[in-house]
């Protein structure tokens, strides 16, 4: 497990930046508040200014449950299932149709079945008492050896 501060999500992204590409999926597991929105807008826009792309403004997708980036000639599809119970609810959002041209980000997976082959799994921790932060990262498919060590 990796400890980490706040202020270095950016350096956690940019690392994940240089390695992920179309087809790709991250989980994002952790309670409320542990940084997994944080992670995401960090993300999205380290992958816009690799692209020469205009920031945009990055929100939960808690209540809309999907929020779509255009990033040059690909897509970041930025899910959050907090709100839905079953399995069978995720058919309506066609989270894993066929396109070679999508980044998905997943915030509570845990109600997902599928096994996607090319996933990272990152899990957030945060320990109020302590005010600190751990991440814990698995990787799946080209992700198996990635590694974020020193930040």
């Known amino acids: 497990m990796l400890k980490y501060y706040l202020s270095q999500i950016d350096t ?12 790709d999926c991250i989980f994002l ?6 940084g997994k929105t ?3 807008r960090s993300l999205i826009h380290q992958l816009q200014k690799k692209n020469r792309i205009k920031k945009t403004e990055v929100l939960s997708p808690t209540f809309s449950l999907l929020h ?3 990033i040059k000639n690909y897509k970041v599809m930025h899910y ?6 079953k399995s069978k609810d ?12 999508l980044i998905t980000i997943i915030e509570w997976p845990e109600i997902i079945k599928k ?3 090319n996933r990272l799994e990152i899990t957030f921790y945060y320990q109020e008492e302590e005010e600190s932060r751990k991440l814990k990262i698995k990787g799946y498919g080209k992700w198996k050896k990635f590694k974020l060590n020193a930040i």
């Open 90 to 101: 995720l058919e309506k959002l066609d989270i894993f149709k066929e396109n070679d041209k």
């Open 115 to 117: 096994t996607i082959a």
């Open 68 to 70: 779509e980036y255009n």
């Open 38 to 40: 944080t992670f995401v």
């Open 12 to 23: 956690i992204s940019r690392k994940i930046s240089l390695s992920i590409s179309k087809t």
């Open 29 to 34: 597991y952790g309670a409320l508040g542990s």
């Open 80 to 85: 959050d299932l907090y709100r839905l119970k």
